[in-house]
Structure formats: C-alpha cells, structure tokens
C-alpha cells in the first residue's frame, strides 16, 4: 500500500492512511480465509488489493466496509 500512497501524499491525511491500512488488512484476511490459491501471486494480489482501495480512496471514499467490499468484489472478478 506505501507504494501507491506515495504516489499522492497530498491525497490522504493519518487518519484516512489508517483507514486504508486497515481495509487493507481486512480485506487480504478476508482472500487468506477463503482459501484462494496464489501459487507464489501472493505478493501481486495483495498489490491489487491496495491499488485498488487507494484508486477509489482517492475518489473520495472513505467508509471502511466500502472499500473492502468493493477490493473483494474487484479481486474476485478478477480471477
């Protein structure tokens, strides 16, 4: 997620980057839990994760459950 918050630090205050981190950490839980296979796709589908909650974060939302469903629907469309 640093990667692209760092692309528009302007974008986000603390309280949002804490936000985001956590939709974040909640959605990746969310894709382990379901038992999704990554044959070594981890790293770049957590990526996709994070691109995506700061893609729409920056499109001015900022509700927690938002931004995770919308990153879980994302990725399973995705797939």
């Known amino acids: 997620m640093i990667r692209y918050l760092g692309k528009y630090p302007e974008a986000f205050d603390p309280e949002t980057i804490l936000v985001l981190g956590s939709a974040l950490d909640d959605a990746w839980q969310r894709v382990q839990a379901g038992g999704t296979r990554f044959d070594g796709q981890a790293e770049a589908a957590r ?27 994302r990725f399973h469309a995705s797939r």
């Open 47 to 73: 990526s996709a994760l994070a691109k995506h909650i700061v893609d729409v974060a920056r499109q001015g939302e900022r509700n927690r459950q938002r931004l995770v469903e919308g990153a879980l629907a």
